[in-house]
């Protein structure tokens, strides 16, 4: 019996410490430069059968459908938190490179050098429980930060349609992740 419920007692100790590390990275509710914005939902990127990230979207109004948030020049938030040890650099580059393809239709020279400037976080490496933070405000630009740290700056509107439309345009990396990001 013992052999039985300790695996069962060891299995629901991992699932909390699980939720409760989602509930950290993706909370409810996030302040960026005196704005609060929603979380409008978290998904997982699959390929292979295998968990690779989770990406949550933060906006100021949930209502808010995929072409909205994807065009509008208003405050939001995309986090994506690394789960998969099998990440490294160079497959970061490669599916980024990917979606910036299919987000701007095979057309992303007018935002190329936005995208090797985005790119460059990613060759300082990435490693299993990173956390990235794409924040755009109006403006601004979109500010890349890496486990809490700010990395770099880019600037234009075009680029954070285009990031975001990796997850949420027309043609998604994941259709079933950018349902999932939109709570359908």
Known sequence: MKKIIIPIVLALFSLNSISQNKAEIFPKKLSINNQEL????TGTRVKLWM???TLGLFISDTKQDASHTVSSDETAVVRLSIISGL???EKMDKA???G???S???KPEAIQSEINAFLDVFKQGVEKKDLFQFSYIPESGTTI???GKELTKINGLAFKQALWGIWLGKNPVDKRLKDELLKK
């Open 87 to 89: 990440i490294t650099a």
């Open 104 to 106: 701007t239709q095979g």
């Open 38 to 41: 929603l979380l409008k939902g």
């Open 100 to 102: 910036f393809e299919k």
């Open 96 to 98: 980024i490179r990917e």
């Open 145 to 147: 930060s890496k486990n």
């Open 51 to 53: 968990d690779m990230y």
